[in-house]
């Protein structure tokens, strides 16, 4: 059975603070990606990382990955209030092409950014 | 419409009641999903359909029936169901895998509460 964990489960960070959740996950697998929710909302895509080595940026927010490892990780830097959400990454470990997505969610780090 | 669109978006229902969610995709996408998310629990996998197969989560309970006429909608029939089946249930949808990233596309959730 897939695992994925993450952690820390609960960050409160200083605006202007650079910080990193990390996602480990139990299986082999190529696919991960990170999601963002606010409270009372849906689930926003943020990366989709196919491959080991991949890195992706977006603003103050880079999420990369290592196969080999088992481990995603999502780097914040200089943090800003905007981005006090819940943060999960996903796993897929299906190889075969033409068949749905059945991704594994870790449990989310809540991230608090405060002035 | 655009995205991924879910009603209602609140639901309180009695355990004896029958109701049903609807989830409706304006993204061309051939796969969709249920996804139900507990207070503290990881976003559990509940159905999927697409074009070649439907999987169901083993672990789910047969008081949930889903539902999929087409690759736009995706209903999920609700009866006779328990308190602790109180959650967020959340809707996606995908293209299927093989050239496609598998990336998820969320909808806003019909809240559930059962009395």
């Known amino acids: 059975e897939l695992k994925v964990e993450q952690n820390p489960l609960f960050l409160s960070m200083q605006e202007g603070k650079n910080y990193t959740i990390y996602c480990n996950y139990s299986t082999t697998s190529d696919r991960l990606y990170w999601y963002r929710q606010d409270p009372g909302k849906s689930l926003e895509s943020l990366f989709v990382?196919?491959?080991?080595?991949a890195v992706k940026q977006e603003g103050r927010l880079m999420a990369s990955l290592d196969t080999k490892a088992r481990l995603s990780t999502l780097h914040i830097t200089a943090a800003v209030h905007d981005l006090s959400a819940t943060y999960f990454c996903a796993v897929d470990i299906l190889k075969n092409t033409g068949t749905a997505s059945k991704l594994t969610f870790g449990t989310g780090t809540r991230l608090q950014v405060t002035l | 419409e655009t995205g991924v669109t879910q009603t209602p978006r609140h639901l309180v229902m009695g355990m004896t009641n029958k109701k049903s969610l609807k989830c409706e995709q304006h993204?061309?996408?051939?796969?969709m999903y249920w996804y139900k998310q507990s207070a503290k629990k990881p976003l559990e996998l509940m159905f999927v359909y697409s074009l070649e197969e439907r999987v169901e989560n083993n672990s789910v309970p047969s008081r949930f029936s889903p539902e999929c006429p087409n690759s736009s909608h995706l209903f999920l029939h609700l009866h006779t169901l328990q308190p602790e089946d109180s959650a967020l249930y959340l809707c996606?949808?995908?293209?299927?895998?093989?050239?496609?990233?598998?990336?998820?596309?969320f909808g806003e959730g019909s809240r559930l509460t059962v009395l």
């Open positions: 990382l196919l491959s080991n080595g």
């Open positions: 996606a949808s995908s293209r299927v895998r093989g050239a496609n990233t598998g990336e998820l596309f």
């Open positions: 993204l061309g996408h051939n796969a």
